[in-house]
């Protein structure tokens, strides 16, 4: 190597050395560190956030503040051209979080990035890995139950995924997870098991009064399939005798028109026209507007109105 050479590769090390000595200094700690990317994530500038926030992650002093962190790093790793560094994030946080909606909400993020950068298969076959080491991995658990539920749409598989989940989240004195039993039991109905899906939206039905009138108008239809009138008629007016369907108007137009359809077939005609008026009101797709117009013309006739 030449003196010209030596000297050069002197410099670049001196340089290296010196950047990586101010890259450490640069904050004095994670809170410092949170405090400057916070600045910029406020501003939007979510880029420019990335670093200071990857320092406060490496200084952090415990998985509570790493969760901080990384809930924060979400909208940066969103941005970049590598995946892993996203995927790592929201699989931090559905591990660590001790809140059910940002878990869910994590999760939901997570699916729509692999799905986007066509990396769905790539998160399955790491997670089916993981659960060959540890079969109760709840976090592998948890994203395939509703990465099979909703991306890749395969209810065997779903429900296979949640009864384990359910397993390992599970004791005898913890309350039933409404929202996860409700996953459960449309998985159940997809799969065409209709009277396990009517089961356990009876059973979860009571648990939350929003939810209440939903649950019992899907236990009704899963009824009906099944070719039992008396259940699902029950079912119906345990839905009737709820707190009304009130999330969204197109919610509130499902649940009419479910109410309605299931009131039609069981002789309660005259019952079923109202439902089928309040969910013509309710939506403005054609396609339901017009099926729902059909079915109301069929209870009128029948009611004799």
Request: aromatic share 8%; charged share 30%; glycine share 4%.
């Amino acid at each position: 190597m030449s003196r010209l050479q030596s000297n050069f590769a002197c410099l670049l090390l001196c340089s290296s050395f010196c950047g990586l000595v101010s890259a450490e200094a640069k904050y004095k700690s994670a809170d410092e560190a949170f405090g400057v990317g916070a600045v910029f994530y406020n501003s939007r500038n979510f880029e420019a956030s990335r670093e200071p926030f990857e320092a406060a992650l490496k200084m952090a002093p415990d998985d509570k503040f790493r969760l901080k962190v990384y809930e924060a790093l979400i909208p940066s790793y969103r941005l970049l051209r590598d995946s892993d560094k996203m995927i790592r994030a929201c699989e931090f946080i559905i591990e660590n979080s001790d809140r059910s909606a940002q878990q869910s909400l994590t999760r939901t993020s997570l699916l729509g990035f692999v799905y986007q950068r066509g990396l769905t298969d790539d998160l399955i076959k790491a997670h089916e890995k993981r659960l060959k080491k540890d079969k109760d991995d709840r976090t592998s658990l948890y994203i395939l139950s509703e990465l099979y539920a909703r991306v890749k749409r395969d209810p065997q598989k779903a429900i296979e995924y949640t009864n384990r989940l359910s397993k390992v989240d599970g004791n005898d004195d913890a309350p039933v997870d409404v929202l996860q039993s409700g996953n459960l039991a449309r998985q159940y109905t997809s799969a065409r098991q209709y009277k396990e899906a009517a089961e356990l939206y009876e059973k979860i039905a009571p648990l939350d009064e929003k939810l209440a009138a939903w649950h019992w108008k899907e236990a009704a239809q899963s009824w009906l399939k099944l070719g039992d009138e008396k259940k699902a008629l029950a079912a119906a007016k345990k839905s009737l005798e709820s707190e009304p369907e009130a999330r969204n108007d197109q919610l509130a137009h499902f649940w009419h028109r479910g109410l309605g359809d299931v009131l039609l077939a069981t002789g309660e005609a005259r019952l079923a026209v109202g439902h089928f008026e309040k969910a013509i009101e309710l939506t403005k797709i054609e396609g339901y507007i017009k099926s729902t117009k059909e079915s109301l013309a069929e209870a009128r006739e029948k009611a004799g109105l």
